[in-house]
């Protein structure tokens, strides 16, 4: 699991097991990664422990389908690791529109290595075919995805 304090080369390792994680779409084994009483923030959510995670992943899921996650890691502390990410989906409410995420998340680690708090902020924008950096089979992490100012 990693357990703190971190190295850059823990740092990374943590991140792109979440990553990998992530891409499963399995709410029960993500949820895993986390303490039972983890504290998340995910937009406008609010969640505290793995039932409400698991909860709150499965209606995740449930609209944002074809789902493609990328996380870098962006710095990190003893503890603390913060992480520059994006995703891209297909809208189920919204005419199945593609769209992607840009997003920084705050994680907090136990000394178990599971993480006990999860802070994201993501800001959406549609995106059309052309668009898209994470088509069918490819491999996130060989993309070379350059983040300028048209994405801010």
């Known amino acids: ?18 990553q990998k994680l992530w891409n499963t779409q399995s709410p ?8 039972p009483d983890s504290i998340w923030r995910n937009r406008d959510a609010f969640l505290r422990g793995h039932a409400e995670i698991e909860a709150f992943l499965e209606r995740k899921w449930e609209k944002e389908k074809n789902y493609r996650l990328r996380k870098e890691l962006f710095a990190f502390t ?3 690791i ?17 769209k992607r995420c840009y997003g920084l998340e705050d994680w907090t680690f136990g000394s178990d290595g599971k993480m006990r708090k999860r802070m994201m902020s993501g800001n959406d924008v549609e995106i059309g075919e052309e668009g898209r950096w994470f088509k ?17």
């Open 1 to 18: 699991m990693n357990p703190p304090p971190f190295t850059f080369a823990t740092a990374t390792t943590k991140v792109k097991t979440a």
């Open 28 to 35: 029960k084994d993500i949820a895993k990664a986390y303490t």
């Open 78 to 80: 003893d503890n603390k």
């Open 82 to 98: 913060a992480v520059q990410f994006w995703y891209e989906y297909q809208d189920a409410h919204d005419e199945m529109k593609w």
């Open 136 to 152: 069918e089979g490819v491999d996130v992490d060989a993309v070379a995805v350059a983040i300028g100012e048209e994405h801010w």
